[in-house]
């Protein structure tokens, strides 16, 4: 894995850049899209000259492909030699069965680009300090279905369980660090992230990413 970690300001730069990276060297020319949403990386992927292919547990697009990641792939669909997979994980139930079949999707020496939340980051550290629960974790956060916490040591873990080499780790989203001070709780508050972040480079980021190349 590569040593230099790179930081983006949201997922979609993390991806796009991930994508002009990767995709040249891509065994062939499908990108699936799981968790495609509506459709917020179709004109990207069709620009690199790839064919578009989107999933989602269920359908806000006509188009997209419905998959249950409990489930293998959908009979109607072809491998890819690219999937992007961002802000998905953390709400899967069973994620190393999900892995494993988004895995079997992924042609060998296919690539997947993921994104999903930095448990480690300094906001989640300090309201589990505070409140006893990590930030994005929290009760109210089963609302969006956030019932995996995952861990960046447990995905790795995870993904090479499943046939991936973890190629690169990155640093996504730090807008946080440019909020201002609204108290002396907040100050306080802004200070003790900003150590947290020198003495642990992994708490840095609201999100993370990784690239993880499926091995032959």
């Known amino acids: 894995m590569e040593t230099r970690v790179n930081t983006y300001i949201d997922r979609a730069s993390f991806a796009n850049e991930m994508l002009d990276k990767y995709y040249p060297n891509s065994p062939n020319t499908i990108v699936s899209d799981i968790g495609s949403g509506y459709g917020h990386m179709k004109d990207k992927i069709e620009s690199l000259g790839a064919h578009w292919q989107p999933f989602d547990y269920y359908k806000k697009m006509d188009i997209s492909i419905e998959w249950n990641l409990n489930n293998p792939v959908p009979e109607n669909s072809n491998k890819a030699g690219v999937a992007i997979f961002l802000e998905v994980l953390e709400h899967l139930p ?8 988004i895995a079997n999707h992924i042609e060998s020496n296919g690539v997947l680009i993921l994104t999903t939340p930095n448990p480690q980051s300094s906001k989640n550290r300090i309201h589990l300090l505070l409140k006893g629960t990590l930030y994005a974790f929290q009760k109210k956060h089963l609302e969006e279905y956030h019932v995996f916490t995952p861990w960046e040591h447990i995905v790795q873990h ?35 992230e900003k150590v947290i972040e ?12 990784l690239v993880a190349r499926k091995k032959k």
Do not use: H
């Open 94 to 101: 069973n994620p190393l069965l999900s892995l494993q079949n």
């Open 158 to 192: 995870f993904l090479e369980s499943v046939g991936f080499e973890v190629l690169e780790y990155a640093i996504i989203d730090t807008t946080y660090q440019e909020r201002k001070a609204t108290s002396i709780k907040d100050w306080f508050k802004l200070q003790v």
């Open 198 to 209: 020198r003495r642990n480079p992994l708490a840095v980021g609201m999100s993370y990413g």
